[in-house]
């Protein structure tokens, strides 16, 4: 498979994901291919303090907007590595 077809695929195993986590934080989650957008209900605060959470566990994403979670994994990620980030994705975005 060439590279747009897998980020297609596995942004959108990505997106599912999360989705799967129905996390009262999350206000939408929306992207194209592997360049995701998770954003935060106002009243839960900025998408920083939520970032910095996840890079102390080993996970690089960056607000963008203020209230918006970006992930933006490279083109070569495996489904481990997206199933690795969910598992420290869920309990920082579940603590709602």
């Known amino acids: 498979e060439d590279l747009v077809e897998r980020a297609f695929v596995l942004g959108q195993y990505f997106r ?5 986590m129905q996390s009262p934080l999350v206000k939408e ?12 209900k106002e009243e839960y605060g900025k ?17 963008t907007h203020d209230y918006i979670i970006r992930f ?6 495996t489904k ?6 969910l598992e420290r994705i869920a309990p920082i975005l579940e603590r709602g």
Do not use: S, Y
């Open 29 to 40: 989650i929306r992207g194209k291919g592997l360049l995701i957008g998770v954003e935060i």
């Open 47 to 63: 998408a920083r303090p939520f970032c910095e959470q996840l890079m102390e566990l080993g996970l690089l994403c960056k607000e």
């Open 72 to 77: 933006a994994p490279p083109l070569t990620i």
């Open 16 to 20: 599912e994901g999360l989705e799967k």
């Open 80 to 85: 481990d590595e997206i199933d690795w980030a």
